[in-house]
């Protein structure tokens, strides 16, 4: 059985950053294409980053692009995502979530493609 676990949520001031980090465990970590989500209270779930099986290609939202990074250690079975600027839209619960994938460019962007999720962690950014 697959498991996803978030770390590294908090409370962070305005411009503050933070690194989320989400280990995998109980399948192949390097067949899976892996995601970060964010959902704020009333709001739907959206990605913010995506990243390949190998960690070549990414994505990210409009709305965090140039502040956030995505990156995997295959050897760690890890996946995270350095949060930096960060403002007060992007306090959500962010979740981790991984499909495996048998295109090695592919990174899906919507909740739907994704099969496996983590429990997700609090990031409050404080005014």
């Known amino acids: 059985q697959v498991q996803l676990v978030e770390s590294g949520g908090g409370l962070v001031q305005v411009g503050g950053s933070l690194r989320l980090s989400c280990a995998v465990s109980?399948?192949?970590?390097?067949?899976?294409?892996m995601g970060w989500f964010r959902q704020a209270p009333g709001k739907e779930r959206e990605c913010v980053a995506a990243?390949?099986?190998?960690?070549?290609?990414?994505y990210y939202s409009d709305s965090v692009k140039g502040r956030f990074t995505i990156s995997r250690d295959n050897a760690k079975n890890t996946v995270y995502l350095q949060m930096n600027s960060l403002e007060p839209e992007d306090t959500a619960v962010y979740y981790c979530?991984?499909?495996?994938?048998?295109?090695?460019?592919?990174?899906?962007?919507?909740?739907?493609?994704?099969?496996?999720w983590g429990q997700g962690t609090q990031v409050t950014v404080s005014s």
């Open positions: 109980g399948g192949t970590f390097s067949v899976y294409a």
């Open positions: 979530a991984a499909e495996p994938v048998s295109n090695i460019f592919s990174r899906p962007t919507t909740p739907q493609g994704y099969t496996h």
């Open positions: 990243i390949n099986r190998s960690g070549g290609r990414t």
